[in-house]
């Protein structure tokens, strides 16, 4: 194992050190806490979020004016804790309530449904909205039922946004619900991913090997096989992202294509432009692009494609400025 790290067991304190003295501008940490949130909160619902580590940008990444008040870091890959949480929410709550954004992980729902129990108890209203928009298993480790993965980016951005217009906890969980819907994306990857404290990869692929559908902790995917060209590859997930779908001519969708980590930009442009293509073919028009990293999985090689079929309010959302260190 190579890292640039001291001792594996201090990886997620030591980052979240460097990540508040990198922006201490905009971001502080909550004391005695892994959560960072944003400074300066204006009157509006406060929208949480968070997870394991391992994720970076998400979730940290994304706390600003216009999407998240506050992200919850878990230690590696492992759920935040409810105490955590709880002083998150109680962190940024405005008088106005909270709404959790929380991906499709056994963990996380139970520890965030904890914190928001123990939230209501010191009467402050919260909502959950659960993202799980992976489509490449129904069942998975950590799951029951679909993961949340790269797709939960564009739910912040947009219940960020209707947030800083003033949506009340209501409007945004049913907001959230309607985008979740609508929401689906698919991944490969090349390589598996080291967690420190274990100092091998989840998953071995051999130099010629890619899986189609791992997860962003390393879950099983559904099926292996001998590295392809980016276009063939792109097929496979739109085929995939079509049948989930079942799309016409001229629907309208917004794209994330995201690196896993260690994909270079060049290929995941590549990949975007081979992506393009065949939607083009497909008739379908792409209304809101987004290509980076931005839901990693450490360093694993790979890719993964989100499609939101979007409303028109949505795109507005989506384009509307943020003060974040990764939007």
């Not at 963990?107 to 993202?131: C, H, P, Q, S, W």
């Not at 692009?289 to 028109?312: A, F, P, R, W």
Request: net charge negative; glycine share 12%.
């Amino acid at each position: 194992m190579k890292k640039i790290i001291n001792q594996a067991q201090n990886v997620v304190p030591e980052m979240v050190q460097g990540f508040v003295r990198a922006h201490q501008e905009t971001i502080e940490q909550v004391p005695e806490t892994f959560v960072l949130k944003q400074k300066e909160i204006g009157k509006q619902v406060a929208l949480i979020s968070g997870g394991g580590s391992g994720h970076e940008p998400a979730h940290a990444g994304f706390v600003g004016s216009g999407m998240l008040q506050a992200a919850v870091c878990g230690q590696v890959f492992t759920s935040p804790t409810p105490d955590q949480i709880f002083e998150g929410i109680k962190a940024v709550d405005q008088g106005q309530g909270v709404v959790m954004v929380v991906k499709n992980y056994s963990g996380d729902i139970m520890n965030f449904d904890m914190a928001k129990d123990l939230a209501e108890m010191e009467d402050i209203k919260v909502g959950t909205v659960v993202v799980d928009d992976d489509i490449a298993v129904e069942d998975s480790t950590y799951t029951q039922g679909k993961r949340g993965v790269a797709g939960t980016v564009l739910v912040h951005k947009i219940l960020g946004a209707a947030a800083r217009n003033g949506a009340s906890v209501e409007e945004l969980v049913a907001l959230g619900e309607r985008v979740v819907k609508n929401l689906k994306t698919i991944g490969v990857a090349l390589t598996g991913a080291t967690v420190p404290e274990v100092g091998k990869p989840g998953f071995v692929l051999a130099d010629d090997e890619i899986e189609f559908g791992v997860g962003i902790h390393g879950e099983p995917g559904y099926k292996r096989e001998k590295i392809r060209p980016s276009k063939e590859m792109a097929e496979e997930l739109i085929s995939k992202l079509a049948a989930a779908f079942q799309w016409s001519k001229g629907d309208q969708f917004a794209i994330l294509v995201n690196g896993l980590g260690g994909t270079p930009l060049m290929e995941q442009y590549i990949f975007y432009d081979d992506v393009m293509s065949l939607l083009d073919v497909e008739g379908v028009k792409v209304s809101f692009s987004k290509v980076g990293n931005y839901m990693t999985s450490l360093e694993m090689d790979g890719i993964s494609v989100t499609l939101l079929k979007v409303e028109e309010d949505w795109v507005a959302a989506l384009n509307e400025d943020v003060d974040t260190v990764a939007w």
